[in-house]
C-alpha cells in the first residue's frame, strides 16, 4: 500500500492529502491542488529508513 502524506497547498493553504510511492526513489512531478486545481510542484526523496519526505512548491518557487 503507498503511504499518503498531508500537506498544505502553497497557494490557497488548504491541506490536501497526497499518495506518495515511495518505491521510486527521489523524483519530482506536478499534481494539481484538490481544493484550488492550481499545479503543485511535488518534491519527494526517500530517506535511509525508506520514509518518504514530501516538499511542495508553488511553480515559481520550484
Known sequence: MLP???VDCP???EPIELI???S???QR???DCQ???RPIVVAVSVDEDGEPRVDVY???EA
Open 11 to 13: 497557494y490557497c493553504g
Open 4 to 6: 499518503s502524506v498531508e
Open 35 to 37: 481544493v484550488c486545481c
Open 29 to 31: 512531478y506536478i499534481e
Open 24 to 26: 521510486a526513489g527521489d
Open 20 to 22: 506518495v510511492d515511495d
Open 58 to 60: 508553488a511553480e515559481d
